[in-house]
């Protein structure tokens, strides 16, 4: 939560237009006159026809609605979720029940679909094994090219590292994963500078928001250098593909810098994914007026906290990350920023806010506003809802 600082057109040849040609039945013709009657249809005539007609548009109908489901099955609205960590497809599973499976684990929407459509494409055969790069809300085509990619080798490591983790903790992970290696062997090789990016400012050996958060496969006996590198070269290679190569051109401030912000960001934002670029913009528009940030998550990861309520103590802590003291950005990021994060970072939405505040808790979601009045307001109404 941010507060308040204290105050075509077609062409061709001509053509003879040929006479139209009548043909009447005596009974109806007159030769006296120069008309011809019109046969008048009967009532039950009408219902017929519009029985027809009613039957043919709802059938229509029936078969759009049926395209549209159908089309949103095999690829669901959205981007893909989630990673899933890992879908263990057993020997002897038959097409069927691998299609249950995902369905199950919300990969895919439908499994009689997935049937259908495996069977379709002639892609129903797949091994059986350990599978670490399905997402939630995939579309078929991406389920079944994961399947046909094959599980994980027996000799490998998976290893996952979720966006906004702080570095000491994803080094925590990587111990769980590679129980061979130690925390402080990790910190030794990013203290000995034998991991390099060409993003981590000189002079400084800080890795904090350096290393991509992704899942990752390695073999089991990877050393602590393999396994860092491969994450800082993964997180380069993310900056790099947004533009962070011309940071400075592109936003006015450095790569850095916008790391940083894509931090706070990844720890501040809620459940809506457009909230990371919108609490990116007010971190912009708080520095271009010389605001303080007033950003829990900077002040708790000076603090040493992960969560929890701040007291008048606590914001009274002079640490580098508080800053209700200190005005502009940490001296550091603060976590290990996604790439949304970071794409909202170096190009977040136009707007004015300056000001976001908590108004739900499930799902986790702020109001932001340029108005110090609606701003308190707000505020104010949540904690009388007991939000925060």
């Known amino acids: 939560m941010t507060e308040t600082p204290t105050p075509p057109s077609g062409s061709g040849g001509q053509r003879r237009r040929r006479q139209p040609v009548y043909e009447f039945e005596n009974d109806y013709l007159d030769p006296d006159e120069n008309y011809v009657p019109i046969r008048v249809e009967s009532a039950a005539g009408r219902r017929v026809v519009s029985a027809a007609v009613a039957v043919f548009l709802a059938l229509a109908i029936v078969a759009g609605l049926g395209v549209v489901w159908s089309m949103r099955q095999l690829d669901p609205p959205g981007e893909a979720g989630a990673v899933v960590s890992k879908v263990v497809i057993p020997r002897g599973a038959t097409l069927d029940s691998i299609a249950q499976l995902l369905e199950k684990k919300k990969i895919i929407a439908s499994s009689s679909v997935f049937t259908w459509y495996a069977k379709i494409r002639g892609v129903?055969?797949?091994?059986?094994?350990?599978?670490?790069?399905?997402?939630?809300?995939?579309?078929?085509?991406?389920?079944?090219?994961?399947?046909k990619g094959g599980p994980l080798p027996v000799q490998s490591t998976v290893l996952t590292i979720a966006p906004g983790l702080r570095l000491v903790d994803a080094l925590?992970?990587?111990?769980?994963?590679?129980?061979?290696?130690?925390?402080?062997?990790?910190?030794?090789?990013?203290?000995?500078?034998?991991?390099?990016?060409?993003?981590?400012?000189?002079?400084?050996?800080?890795?904090?928001?350096?290393?991509?958060?992704?899942?990752?496969?390695?073999?089991?006996?990877?050393?602590?250098?393999?396994?860092?590198?491969?994450?800082?070269?993964?997180?380069?290679?993310?900056?790099?593909?947004?533009?962070?190569?011309?940071?400075?051109?592109?936003?006015?401030?450095?790569?850095?810098?916008?790391?940083?912000?894509?931090?706070?960001?990844?720890?501040?934002?809620?459940?809506?994914?457009?909230?990371?670029?919108?609490i990116a913009r007010v971190i912009n528009n708080r520095l271009d007026t010389d605001q303080g940030l007033f950003i829990d998550a900077s002040l708790l990861y000076g603090l040493d906290r992960r969560n929890g309520g701040l007291t008048k103590d606590d914001l009274a802590q002079d640490t580098p990350y508080n800053n209700r003291l200190h005005k502009g950005l940490p001296p550091t990021p603060i976590s290990l920023p996604g790439s949304d994060s970071l794409a909202a970072a170096i190009q977040p939405p136009d707007g004015d806010w300056i000001y976001y505040v908590l108004v739900s808790k499930n799902p986790s979601a702020h109001f932001f506003t340029a108005s110090q009045s609606e701003f308190n307001a707000k505020k104010a109404e949540a904690q009388a809802k007991g939000i925060f």
Not at 139 to 144: F, G, I, R
Not at 190 to 203: A, E, N, Q, R
Request: proline share 5%; aromatic share 8%.
């Open 124 to 147: 129903g055969s797949f091994r059986a094994g350990d599978y670490v790069k399905f997402q939630e809300n995939m579309s078929m085509s991406e389920a079944a090219t994961v399947l």
């Open 172 to 278: 925590s992970q990587i111990t769980k994963a590679f129980p061979g290696v130690t925390v402080d062997q990790l910190k030794a090789e990013l203290d000995g500078g034998t991991v390099t990016s060409k993003y981590l400012p000189p002079g400084t050996k800080n890795y904090e928001g350096l290393l991509a958060p992704d899942t990752y496969q390695f073999a089991k006996k990877s050393t602590p250098h393999q396994i860092l590198q491969v994450l800082a070269d993964q997180q380069t290679k993310v900056l790099d593909k947004l533009g962070y190569g011309r940071a400075e051109a592109l936003s006015g401030r450095s790569a850095y810098d916008l790391i940083k912000i894509a931090s706070l960001a990844e720890k501040e934002a809620g459940d809506p994914p457009e909230e990371k670029g919108k």
